[in-house]
C-alpha cells in the first residue's frame, strides 16, 4: 500500500483589517507597518515551522515571531531612510515605538480580533447608535487613545489577560529588551487630563503638566506632545510615569474651558457608575482612569457634539449683497390694519423702511447697533391689509420680537405660524483649543432662499385653509368657500395673498402656486 505523507500548510493568517471606526489608520506612528507583507510573514512562519522539525501546536508562535522578524527588517530599513534623510529625532523611545508596534500587530492577529473590536467599540462607543452603525466620525486622536486603551487597560469578559500582559506572560515569543524594559511602564499608565502649567526652553523635560483629576505634577519632554500648546491650555493623553514621564504618542489639545467641562462629565458618570454599582468607592482619580480611562473618551465626544453645535449656532448667514439673511420667520393674520401701522413705533428699534412700501403695504426694519457703515438689516415687518410677516436673522431675535408684539397688540394679531429652519449647509468643525466658537459666514443663495420661503408658505397656506379666519368671521376659509355670502371674501383674501407674496418681494419669485391654495379651499383658480 502505497503511503501518503502529509505536509503542513504555513499559519494563513487573514491580511490584517482595520476594526477602527475612523476612516483614517491610527497614527501612532504604525502606519508603515500597519499592513505588512503578508506572503513574506507567511514564508518566514513557513520556514520556523520547518526549523522547529513541522510540529504542530505551534502555529501562533511561528506567525508571531515571523511576523516580528519582518517587522524588524521593516524598521531597519525605514531607520536607515531617516539617517540618510536627517529627519527629527522621535518623539517616544524606539523601544515603546516597537512595543506599540508588536501590540498593534497582535491585536490584529484573527485569535485577538474580537478583543480587539470590543475594546475599541467600547472606547467610541459614543459614535455608534444603539444598533452599532456609524453616526458621525471620531477624530484620529481619539481612535489613538482607544487602542492605547486596547493595549493597557482592556480586560476581556472571558477573564483573558490585557493584551500587554498576554505579550509578557503567555505568549511565546521573543520580545527584545528594548520593547520588554516598556512592558510593566505601559501596563501601569493611564489616561488623564493634564493642564499645561508652564513651557520651560531650557531642560528636557521642559513641559510642565498638572493633572486635573488628582493635581499630582508631572514634567514631560515637550517634544512629546507633537504640536505647539501653551499654558493654560490641556492635554486629553495616556500618561507613563517611570524613570522619565512621558506621553506615549497622542495628545489631544483642548482649551481650558473644554478640559473642565469634560472632567465634570467624567465625574458625573462616576457617580452614576457608583450608584449603578452599589459600591461608593471606585478609587482614586489614578485607579479609575486607568479601570475606567474610556469614560474620558466619552466625555470628550459629548464636547465634540456641544462645541460643534454651538458652532453651527454661530453661523451668520448673508445674502449675496452681504446684507444679514432672515431666516427665522413668523406669519400673524390680523383685521385691523390702521391700528397696527400706528402701533408699530412701539416696537422696540423698529423704524419705517425708506422705499419699501408699496400701495397698501407698510414695512419697518430693525438695524444691527454694532453696524459699522451702510446699515444692516437684522428684522423686518411686513404689514398688509391683512397679513404681518416677521422677517429675522435667528431664532432668538424672533422670539423677542413675537414677545413685543403679543404684548403690544394682545389678540389683535393671530398668530398662524412660523419657521426657524437655517439653510442648508455642512455642519462646522468643532474646535475644542479655544472656548469660544470662531465666527464663520455663509452665503446664501438666491435657489436656497426661494426653497425656504416656498416650504414655509406652503405649510403655513395649508393648514390657513383649515383653521378660522378672523377675516371670515371665524369660519375656515374651506368652510366659508362653499357659503354664497363668504365665496367672494375666499377668493380675495387669496388675491391678496399672492399680491403681497414675500418670495415675490425677496426674490423676485413668488414663493408659493396659489392656485394650489385656491383649489385646495374650492375657489375657482386665477388665471393670467
Given at each position: ?170 505568549i511565546d515569543v521573543h520580545v527584545p529588551e528594548e520593547e520588554r524594559m516598556w512592558l ?26 498638572r493633572s486635573l483629576g488628582d493635581r499630582q505634577m508631572f514634567r514631560v519632554p ?307
Amino acid at each position: 500500500m502505497a503511503s501518503s505523507v502529509k505536509t503542513k500548510r504555513p499559519f494563513n493568517r487573514r491580511p490584517p483589517t482595520a476594526v477602527s471606526m475612523s476612516a483614517e489608520k491610527p497614527s501612532l506612528k504604525t502606519d508603515h507597518i500597519a499592513r505588512p507583507d503578508v506572503q513574506r510573514i507567511a514564508q518566514k512562519a513557513f520556514e520556523l515551522y520547518e526549523q522547529r522539525g513541522m510540529r504542530d501546536g505551534h502555529a501562533l508562535d511561528d506567525w508571531l515571531e515571523a511576523e516580528a522578524i519582518v517587522m524588524g527588517d521593516i524598521h531597519e530599513t525605514r531607520n536607515e531612510q531617516m539617517r540618510i534623510e536627517q529627519e527629527p529625532t522621535p518623539a517616544i523611545a524606539p523601544g515603546l515605538q516597537g512595543l506599540l508596534t508588536r501590540l498593534d500587530t497582535v491585536s490584529r492577529h484573527p485569535m485577538f480580533q474580537a478583543q480587539r473590536e470590543r475594546a475599541i467599540g467600547l472606547a467610541l462607543r459614543s459614535y455608534a447608535d444603539e444598533s452599532g452603525r456609524l453616526r458621525w466620525m471620531p477624530l484620529t486622536e481619539e481612535t489613538d487613545l482607544a487602542l492605547l486603551y486596547l493595549f493597557a487597560d482592556y480586560f476581556p469578559d472571558d477573564g483573558q489577560l490585557s493584551l500587554i500582559e498576554q505579550i509578557r506572560d503567555t505568549i511565546d515569543v521573543h520580545v527584545p529588551e528594548e520593547e520588554r524594559m516598556w512592558l510593566d511602564p505601559l501596563k501601569h499608565s493611564s489616561m488623564d487630563l493634564l493642564e499645561v502649567v508652564d513651557i520651560e526652553t531650557s531642560g528636557e523635560d521642559g513641559l510642565v503638566l498638572r493633572s486635573l483629576g488628582d493635581r499630582q505634577m508631572f514634567r514631560v519632554p515637550v517634544r512629546t506632545v507633537g504640536r505647539p500648546v501653551r499654558p493654560g491650555q490641556a492635554l486629553l493623553s495616556r500618561l507613563i510615569v517611570s524613570d522619565h514621564t512621558i506621553l506615549p504618542g497622542t495628545a489631544i489639545v483642548l482649551s481650558g474651558g473644554h478640559a473642565a467641562e469634560i472632567l465634570e462629565a467624567t465625574h458625573q458618570r462616576q457617580r452614576e457608575m457608583e450608584v449603578e454599582s452599589g459600591s461608593f468607592a471606585l478609587g482614586e482619580w489614578r485607579e479609575f482612569a486607568k479601570r475606567f480611562g474610556y469614560v474620558l473618551l466619552w466625555s470628550f465626544a459629548r464636547a465634540r457634539v456641544s462645541a460643534m453645535l454651538a458652532a453651527d449656532a454661530a453661523i451668520q448667514y448673508r445674502r449675496p449683497d452681504g446684507q444679514p439673511f432672515l431666516y427665522a420667520l413668523a406669519l400673524y393674520e390680523h383685521t385691523e390694519f390702521r391700528r397696527l401701522a400706528e402701533g408699530m413705533a412701539a416696537i422696540s428699534s423698529a423704524r419705517p423702511a425708506e422705499g419699501q412700501d408699496v400701495g397698501d403695504v407698510r414695512v419697518w426694519v430693525v438695524d444691527d447697533p454694532r453696524g459699522v457703515g451702510p446699515p444692516s438689516t437684522i428684522a423686518r415687518f411686513m404689514l398688509s391689509t391683512t397679513q404681518l410677516m416677521v422677517e429675522c436673522d435667528s431664532a432668538d431675535r424672533l422670539n423677542t420680537l413675537k414677545h413685543q408684539l403679543a404684548s403690544e397688540f394682545g389678540f389683535t394679531l393671530h398668530f398662524r405660524g412660523e419657521t426657524a429652519r437655517v439653510p442648508m449647509h455642512d455642519l462646522p468643525t468643532s474646535n475644542l483649543e479655544e472656548d469660544e466658537p470662531p465666527e464663520v459666514t455663509m452665503a446664501v443663495s438666491q435657489a436656497e432662499e426661494s426653497r425656504l420661503l416656498s416650504t414655509f408658505l406652503e405649510t403655513i397656506y395649508l393648514e390657513w385653509a383649515d383653521r378660522p379666519s378672523p377675516s371670515l368671521d371665524n369660519l375656515t376659509p374651506r368652510h366659508a368657500a362653499a357659503m354664497p355670502a363668504y365665496g367672494d371674501r375666499v377668493a380675495r383674501l387669496i388675491d391678496h395673498m399672492e399680491r403681497d407674496d414675500l418670495g415675490y418681494r425677496r426674490t423676485g419669485t413668488r414663493g408659493y402656486d396659489y392656485n394650489v391654495l385656491r383649489a385646495h379651499v374650492g375657489v375657482p383658480e386665477a388665471t393670467v
